[in-house]
């Protein structure tokens, strides 16, 4: 049974930064992908950022590239989402995702090749 539970998620001014923490129970292959992804009422999914656990493949959505930047700690079995230089548009419902395979490209970014998903923590920024 995979679980899935962010944190780290809250209420920020402009530029400021925030570090959304995910722990994974219960799934233990060496290969496979992690996301983030964010969903704000009237819109859909959209992928923020991905990693690939065994080639180590990163993608990064054009919105937040260059601001956020996703790693994993194999030994805590977590990963994180740095998020930098915060904006109002970066307002929504953060989720982390695992893909039972190995994604790369725009794939790491679409919500249909992910298998399990987290409850979700909320971001909210204000100008």
């Known amino acids: 049974q995979v679980l899935l539970v962010e944190s780290g998620g809250g209420s920020v001014q402009a530029g400021g930064s925030l570090r959304l923490s995910c722990v994974v129970s219960g799934y233990t292959f060496a290969s496979y992908s992690m996301g983030w992804f964010r969903q704000v009422p009237g819109k859909e999914r959209e992928g923020v950022a991905g990693?690939?656990?065994?080639?180590?493949?990163?993608s990064y959505g054009d919105s937040v590239q260059g601001r956020f930047s996703i790693s994993r700690d194999n030994a805590e079995n977590t990963i994180y989402l740095q998020m930098n230089s915060l904006k109002p548009e970066d307002t929504a419902m953060y989720y982390c995702?695992?893909?039972?395979?190995?994604?790369?490209?725009?794939?790491?970014?679409?919500?249909?090749?992910?298998?399990?998903w987290g409850q979700g923590t909320q971001v909210t920024v204000s100008s």
């Open positions: 990693i690939e656990t065994g080639w180590l493949w990163t």
């Open positions: 995702a695992l893909a039972r395979s190995s994604l790369r490209g725009w794939w790491l970014l679409t919500p249909s090749k992910y298998d399990y």
